[in-house]
Each structure stands twice: as structure tokens, then as C-alpha cells.
């Protein structure tokens, strides 16, 4: 009897690696209240490419540090408990791809661009608004990796319609009915298998879908507009003679009342500094997936 798509998703996602053994002993460590900083660093200290990644990111311009972190005690004060979990978990995540079909290295690393400057400007927007920069950026950074999934599972079906694409509603209808699952839900199923944070795991499986992110709503629409941003960042010939603005309002007509209805304000100001930042600050998630690739 042949397998259906749709189990072939499931045998992929319960097939998936487990987490690495260091995260295990990360996530324990701070999720420990008697825990200290020097028991993070302990476990830290054992990962040499984890020990880069993290001085990496806390060096980073994107972070802002006014002075240099030498020390992963430094970099771990600095940072919090929480972001160096965070980063734990997206750099393993990122590593349980290293071996997707070379046939495709031209999408995938589109795919990757994409990724990072949609975490880049997730954390911007995230700081204007006042809502917490390290987690929008994660959230960012990882919204799409359903698609790796997807990619892995139908590797030529898959890959050239679908990985680089921004999608709009009739988009995932198609991507729904032609593999039973949409990259977003493929996404929600493989962070709640690592065990990523809640708010996480919520916020990407419901980015195209932020009214039904209940308690994460705000942070869904966060990385809605980060995505969309991004898109037009890394393939800025698809503006032709519109700007910004116009294009948001054509993707996403309501995005004004819905962000007030979870207390957000859109300013088409903001929105159209947000997009010029990004187009000058681009290089940024170079250096950031160097970090995650230490």
C-alpha cells in the first residue's frame, strides 16, 4: 500500500535527530532556579563551537554591546540565561540540516538568507515596539523551517516552487493540498519535538496566521511583518514601482485594526524605516549565520 504524503511528514518529524546532548544539559541547567551562571558556562565550555557562537552573537552589532565579550562567563551574564538557550537550540536545529540535497545548495542558501535577515528585523521591530528583541529575533530566524522538512521529505517536489516563496493565503492552500501539511504547522510539529519554548514554537506555527496564536499573537504579527520585509529585502527587483507600504497593504490588508486588537501600532512611518534599515544593514545576517555556523 503506498504511503501518503501526509504520513510521510510524520515518519520524517518522529525520525527527526533527538536534541544534542549539551542542549539537554543546557535546557536543565536554566530551567534549574538554583542554577548560576557559572553552572551555564560549565556546560557551555564543553561545546567549543557553541562556546564561538555565543561570544560570536554577543560581540554581534546587531546586540549592541558597547564593549568587547571575551569570556563566555561575560557573554553569559550579558545575555541571559534565556538567549543562550535560545541559541543553543537554533544552532542545533540549524546543524540538523547540514545535509540537504546538494542538487538544491543555490534555494537552500536563499532559504538561509531569508532566515537571517527575517531574524534581523524581526528584533528590530521587536525593540521599537517595545516587545523582547531576542526572542522576536529567534522567532525570525526560524519561522520557515518547516520547509527544510518539507524539502527533505519531497526533495524535487518541493523545492523549486515552493522554499523561496512568499506565501500569501492561496499559496498555503496550494502547499496544503498538494502535501497535506503547510511549512508553518510542519514547523509548530518539529520545535514541540526539541521541546523550544512555547511562545516560540507558537509564533512560528501560526506566522501566517497570527489571529490564532492566542497568548503569542503579538509576536506572531511580529515575524507576519518581518517575513514580508525580508522577502522584499532579499528580492527587491519584485517592488517594481511600488513602495513598501503599498506592497504591505496589498499582502496584508488588515494589519492595522489586527495589531490593535493585541495592542500594537502600525505606523507607516516606522514601517517604511524598518524597510530602509534593513536594505542598509543587510550585511548584518551574514555575519549572524557565521555565528550560528561556528
Given at each position: 500500500?503506498?504511503?501518503?504524503?501526509?504520513?510521510?511528514?510524520?515518519?520524517?518529524?518522529?525520525?527527526?535527530?533527538?536534541l544534542p546532548v549539551t542542549?539537554?544539559?543546557?535546557?536543565?541547567?536554566?530551567?534549574?532556579?538554583?542554577?548560576?551562571?557559572?553552572?551555564?558556562?560549565?556546560?557551555?565550555?564543553?561545546?567549543?563551537?557553541?562556546c564561538l557562537t555565543v561570544l560570536k552573537i554577543a560581540n554581534s552589532a546587531l546586540f549592541g554591546r558597547p564593549r568587547k565579550v571575551d569570556s563566555i562567563k561575560m557573554a553569559v551574564s550579558i545575555l541571559g540565561y534565556n538567549e543562550v538557550?535560545?541559541?543553543?537550540?537554533?544552532?542545533?536545529?540549524?546543524?540538523?540540516?547540514?545535509?540537504?540535497?546538494?542538487?538544491?545548495?543555490?534555494l537552500i542558501d536563499k532559504y538561509w538568507e531569508h532566515s537571517f535577515v527575517c531574524g534581523i528585523i524581526a528584533r528590530v521591530i521587536a525593540q521599537d515596539l517595545h516587545f523582547p528583541p531576542s526572542i522576536a529575533f529567534m522567532g525570525g530566524l526560524i519561522h520557515d523551517i518547516g520547509k527544510l522538512i518539507m524539502l527533505e521529505t519531497f526533495v524535487n517536489d518541493y523545492a523549486v516552487d515552493w522554499m523561496t516563496i512568499f506565501s500569501r493565503e492561496e499559496i498555503r492552500k496550494n502547499e496544503l493540498q498538494m502535501f497535506s501539511f503547510t511549512h508553518d504547522t510542519?514547523?509548530?510539529?518539529?520545535?514541540?519535538?526539541?521541546?523550544?519554548?512555547?511562545?516560540?514554537?507558537?509564533?512560528?506555527?501560526?506566522?501566517?496566521?497570527?489571529?490564532?496564536?492566542?497568548?503569542?499573537?503579538?509576536?506572531?504579527?511580529?515575524?507576519q511583518l518581518a517575513d514580508?520585509?525580508?522577502?522584499?529585502?532579499?528580492?527587491?527587483?519584485?517592488?517594481?514601482?511600488?513602495?513598501?507600504?503599498?506592497?504591505?497593504?496589498?499582502?496584508?490588508?488588515?494589519?492595522?485594526?489586527?495589531w490593535q486588537n493585541c495592542g500594537l501600532v502600525?505606523?507607516?512611518d516606522a514601517a517604511a524605516e524598518w524597510f530602509n534599515w534593513l536594505l542598509?544593514?543587510?550585511?548584518?545576517?551574514?555575519?549572524?549565520?557565521?555565528?550560528?555556523?561556528?
Open positions: 500500500m503506498k504511503t501518503t504524503r501526509e504520513e510521510l511528514i510524520k515518519q520524517h518529524i518522529d525520525s527527526f535527530p533527538v542542549v539537554t544539559r543546557l535546557m536543565n541547567v536554566t530551567n534549574d532556579p538554583e542554577s548560576s551562571a557559572q553552572d551555564v558556562m560549565e556546560v557551555i565550555l564543553t561545546d567549543q563551537s557553541l538557550e535560545r541559541i543553543a537550540l537554533a544552532k542545533a536545529l540549524i546543524n540538523s540540516f547540514s545535509k540537504l540535497p546538494k542538487q538544491h545548495k543555490t510542519v514547523g509548530g510539529q518539529l520545535l514541540r519535538k526539541w521541546v523550544f519554548p512555547e511562545n516560540l514554537t507558537t509564533a512560528v506555527e501560526y506566522h501566517h496566521r497570527p489571529d490564532e496564536a492566542g497568548e503569542e499573537k503579538s509576536l506572531a504579527y511580529i515575524i514580508l520585509l525580508s522577502f522584499y529585502c532579499c528580492n527587491n527587483e519584485l517592488l517594481g514601482d511600488d513602495d513598501i507600504l503599498t506592497v504591505i497593504n496589498n499582502a496584508l490588508p488588515d494589519i492595522r485594526p489586527q502600525f505606523d507607516n542598509n544593514n543587510y550585511e548584518l545576517s551574514s555575519s549572524l549565520k557565521e555565528a550560528f555556523s561556528a
